[in-house]
């Protein structure tokens, strides 16, 4: 069975960072496309950032330069490095590499 488990997220101040975790059981990401989704509320989920088998990376324009997502294979773990939040990075983040995680809550204050 499939499992994705976020954590890391949680309040910062904006101009902080945070980092976030993927861990997966069932699946080996070393192989797989890996995904930061987000969804603020009323607002539809985004693609954040995305690493591949080859782990070549491609970020949504809103965070290119701030975030940085790698891969620890040893540990079958996604990162996503958050830095220089801003109070509109708030959302839920979710990891997918075809299936989804529970989601992690990140809000940034102002």
């Known amino acids: 069975q499939v499992h994705l488990a976020e954590s890391g997220g949680g309040l910062v101040q904006a101009g902080g960072s945070l980092r976030l975790s993927c861990v997966a059981s069932?699946?080996?990401?070393?192989?797989?496309?890996v995904s930061w989704f987000r969804q603020a509320p009323g607002k539809q989920r985004e693609l954040v950032a995305r690493?591949?088998?080859?782990?070549?990376?491609n970020y949504a324009d809103s965070v290119k330069g701030r975030f940085t997502i790698s891969r620890d294979n040893a540990k079958n773990t996604v990162y996503l490095q958050m830095n220089s939040l801003k109070p509109e990075d708030t959302a839920i983040y979710y990891c997918?590499?075809?299936?989804w995680g529970q989601g992690t809550q990140v809000t940034v204050s102002a």
């Open positions: 069932g699946i080996i990401f070393s192989t797989r496309t």
């Open positions: 690493i591949d088998g080859a782990s070549t990376t």
């Open positions: 997918n590499s075809g299936y």
